[in-house]
């Protein structure tokens, strides 16, 4: 099975700070990863594809990046509204495999 | 507009079954793939199931192998999950998703495994 190792667990920043966070896949599975954001009592919403695609509807302050095993979410100038947690997940193999999530607290 | 309604969740005993429904609309259902992800009391996202556009494949996660059966009915538009032997550990928020990508979700269901 492919591992999804996400981080960090927690972080902690100010409204218009730039924040990143990494999934790193155990093996390499070229660009087959996705990224959601859940905010608490909601279900998860997507907001990249095939690893740096931007999910219609979703703001440009959110991009990602990466390639094979090492991939990067980064929201700019972090809003209000992002605190929420953050999932990466990959969908080149099955079983699919999620990241353990990212708890960004504002 | 994408919309996927999950229906059928409850408290059950262990040991028992029960069927989750999600009714798709706003895309062309028989065209695309879906899967069930499902999520513990305060934990991290799982995948559990994926049936393909016309149902051919299926694929399940180790946790669930034999236990459950996805299948779907494109007359109706809708995907179940049928969950038997259900475990405690099986208690969770089930959603549906769409598209390789899971790039649209329903609302979820609860499903409560408790003697």
């Known amino acids: 099975d492919i591992q999804m190792t996400q981080s960090p667990p927690s972080l902690s920043a100010s409204v218009g700070d730039r924040v990143t966070i990494s999934c790193r896949a155990s093996?390499?599975?070229?660009?087959?990863v996705a990224w959601f954001q859940q905010k608490v009592g909601k279900a998860p919403q997507s907001l990249i594809y095939?690893?740096?695609s931007l999910q219609s509807g979703v703001p440009s302050r959110f991009s990602g990046s990466g390639s094979g095993t090492n991939f990067t979410l980064t929201i700019n100038s972090l809003q209000p509204e992002d605190f929420a947690t953050y999932y990466c997940?990959?969908?080149?193999?099955?079983?699919?495999?999620f990241g353990g999530g990212t708890k960004v607290d504002i | 507009q994408v919309y996927l309604e999950e229906s059928g969740g409850g408290v059950v005993q262990p040991g028992k079954s029960l069927r989750l429904s999600c009714a798709a609309s706003g895309f062309l259902f028989s065209s695309t793939v879906m899967h069930w992800v499902r999520q513990a009391p305060g934990k991290g996202l799982e995948w559990v199931a994926t049936?393909?556009?016309?149902?051919?494949?299926?694929y399940y996660a180790d946790s669930v192998q034999g236990r459950f059966t996805v299948s779907r009915d494109t007359s109706k538009s809708t995907v179940y999950l049928q969950m038997n032997s259900l475990r405690g550990e099986d208690t969770a928020t089930y959603f549906c998703?769409?598209?390789?990508?899971?790039?649209?979700w329903g609302q979820g269901t609860r499903v409560a495994v408790s003697s």
């Open positions: 049936i393909s556009f016309d149902g051919s494949d299926l």
């Open positions: 997940q990959q969908y080149k193999y099955y079983p699919r495999t």
């Open positions: 998703t769409k598209d390789r990508a899971n790039t649209d």
């Open positions: 095939a690893a740096s």
């Open positions: 093996q390499g599975i070229n660009n087959y």
